[in-house]
Antibody
């Protein structure tokens, strides 16, 4: 069974760094075309893609947060870690990780985001 | 950056209705579009990817169509479990971009 699960702090103070961990099982972060994305959802608002990382270490960040985000993976622990620096109350949200993988051939493929965690609610407040 | 415009933001419907939700992309995204369903307090559930490919286990009353800049999600014969919020997602250019969501309510 493929699962992903988020972990991290519930409460973070403004200006601190938020560090979240996504632990995966049922697949390997080394598998070709496999990756993990981080998404967040402020209360009552829409989903926002934050970052992703693939098995070949290809990764990128949403432009509006590029200077504050960092993503890395530890294949031995089956974990993907996301850091967001200098947090502000507007960063209060549920943070979710999801498996993303390439379906199809190398020249004709689609990304599939099929397995999601339940999310972890983070509040930024002093 | 690729912008996704989803409409309507909400709609009212009844059990048995046919419902259509639209996403427009700028610029073109080919067929790199997915649809998700999200219930309150729950993680999104993948319904469709590649514009029209039904995810395994998703009822066939859900269908997706479109390409390039105009996409639709159709629910044919709305069921009680379908009253939910739906999001589109473009993955033509990563990082992806979600639409603003459509709430389907009674």
């Amino acid at each position: 069974q493929v699962t992903v699960k988020e972990s991290g702090p519930v409460l973070v103070k403004p200006t601190e760094t938020l560090t979240l961990t996504c632990t995966v099982s049922g697949f390997s972060l080394r598998d070709s075309g496999m990756g993990v994305s981080w998404i967040r959802q402020p209360p009552g608002k829409a989903l926002e893609w934050l970052a992703h990382i693939f098995s070949n270490d290809d990764h990128s960040y949403t432009p509006s947060l590029k200077n504050r985000l960092s993503i890395s993976r530890d294949t031995s622990k089956s974990q993907v870690v996301l850091s967001l620096t200098n947090v502000d109350p507007v960063d209060t949200a549920t943070y979710v990780c999801a498996r993303i993988w390439k379906s199809g051939s190398s020249w004709d493929f689609h990304y599939v985001m099929d397995v999601w965690g339940q999310g972890t609610a983070v509040t930024v407040s002093s | 950056d690729i912008q996704m415009t989803q409409s309507p933001s909400s709609l009212s419907a009844s059990v048995g209705d046919r419902v259509t939700i639209t996403c427009r992309a700028s610029p073109s995204i080919g067929s790199h579009l997915s649809w998700f369903q999200q219930n309150p307090g729950k993680a999104p559930k993948l319904l469709i990817y590649g514009g029209s490919t039904l995810q395994s286990g998703v009822p066939p009353r859900f269908s997706g169509s479109g390409s390039r800049t105009h996409f639709t999600l159709t629910i044919d014969g709305l069921q009680p479990d379908d009253f939910s919020t739906y999001y589109c997602l473009q993955t033509s250019s990563l990082p992806g971009t979600f639409g603003q969501g459509t709430r389907v309510e009674i």
